[in-house]
């Protein structure tokens, strides 16, 4: 089955210590993304990736960092700057062009103890 | 001004009775429109695309008007597996930079 695995899907981290998330996908899409949703809010965009290599900030980038060394694979690093960074974190994939969607993963539930 | 703007609700609606509800987008060049369904701590699942005629599947009807720069949603016979969050999501570029709202949540009662 095609799809987007994100993993963990719950992680604790002690502050002052980065963490990485994963997000995996076989779906074959170029274009990758890493979203943040907090409680009562709607998802903010951190990353995304049009290319294997290239990849540009989003809205709320600071204290986050990716690479996009393969296809199939968007890995997001929370560094010890992030601030606040207890939420909801949602990887998704889509293929380029108008009236496509994006295709989400379970996410990541990152909690700062 | 946010890009995406939606009533958070909560929509209470009657087991069978229909409930609309809209979502409003600044940018007058977005190309595409979705609208995602969200269950409780869970990623949002594709509920249906909006496009310019309007559309329906089964009981979920959208609506796109491109003058007043909305889009809605109508539920009709409600069911009590509809409760959850409805994020409108619009699309301001081919390579899919998404922009989502926050999301009007709907909850179905017996």
């Known amino acids: 089955d095609g799809g987007i695995t994100q993993s963990p899907k719950y992680l604790f981290r002690k502050e002052g210590q980065n963490v990485t998330l994963s997000c995996e996908q076989n779906l074959n899409h170029d274009a990758m993304y890493w979203y943040r949703q907090d409680p009562g809010q709607g998802l903010r965009l951190i990353y995304y990736s049009q290319i294997v290599n290239d990849f540009q900030k989003g809205d709320i980038a600071e204290g986050y960092s990716v690479s996009r060394e393969k296809k199939e694979s968007f890995p997001l690093t929370v560094t010890s700057a992030q601030k606040n960074p207890t939420a909801f974190y949602l990887c998704?994939?889509?293929?380029?062009?108008?009236?496509?969607?994006?295709?989400f993963g379970q996410g990541t539930r990152l909690t700062v103890v | 001004r946010k890009e995406v703007e939606q009533d958070p609700g909560p929509f209470n609606v009657p087991e069978g009775a229909t409930v609309a509800f809209n979502c409003t987008y600044s940018n007058s060049a977005s190309q595409s429109f979705f609208w995602y369904r969200q269950d409780c701590r869970k990623e949002p699942k594709l509920l249906m695309s909006?496009?310019?005629s309007g559309n329906e599947d089964g009981r979920f009807t959208a609506q796109l008007n491109r003058a007043s720069q909305y889009i809605s949603l109508l539920i009709r016979d409600s069911k009590l597996s509809d409760s959850a969050t409805y994020l409108c999501v619009v699309n301001t570029d081919s390579w899919g930079k998404f922009q989502f709202g926050a999301g009007t949540q709907v909850v179905v009662t017996p």
């Open positions: 909006v496009y310019s």
């Open positions: 998704a994939s889509s293929d380029p062009g108008q009236n496509t969607e994006a295709f």
